[in-house]
């Protein structure tokens, strides 16, 4: 391929190849990178605009969406959720007026068949939403105020 005689014994130097190339593109008119370029970029410009035009009329039309998949089922509420409810509910339609006192946390866990932890958990829940009043000593009641905010718990 580099080799003036095509039987390839001899090698052409490599600044021959350069300056063959160089007067070359003198020739075409093409010496400077940016007028080659320039030149081009039209053309590819224009063919990557008709292109596209062509591959947007062969794409289907967008359709509506599918519907959506079903929602996940509904996990049941934790045993503390259905106590906090349930203490919920009496404290607010008038079951349990103000200052009426809970049961303790242990009567809560009996009642409901859980571990004392989680009625405890409830009750918390209940002091969060200002509901119930809890005092260390004493046992937790229904706040008299329900935007009052609690000591402890």
Not at 54 to 63: D, G, Q, S
Not at 79 to 104: C, F, K, M, S
């Amino acid at each position: 391929m580099f080799s003036p005689r095509a039987d390839g014994a001899t090698w052409r130097l490599p600044g021959s190849l350069t300056q063959q190339y160089r007067r070359l593109v003198t020739r075409l008119g093409h010496s400077e990178g940016g007028t080659t370029l320039a030149y081009y970029a039209a053309w590819v410009r224009e063919a990557d605009q008709h292109a596209s035009r062509i591959l947007m009329r062969r794409l289907p039309t967008p359709r509506s969406p599918p519907n959506p998949p079903p929602a996940p089922p509904k996990r049941p509420p934790s045993p503390y959720q259905t106590i906090a409810t349930e203490l919920r509910t009496a404290i607010t339609n008038g079951t349990l007026p103000p200052g009426t006192v809970l049961p303790t946390v242990q009567q809560l866990a009996t009642t409901h068949h859980v571990a004392p932890s989680t009625a405890h958990r409830a009750i918390t829940q209940l002091v969060h939403e200002h509901l119930i009043t809890v005092t260390r000593g004493h046992r937790a009641h229904v706040n008299d105020n329900p935007q009052q905010q609690t000591k402890e718990v």
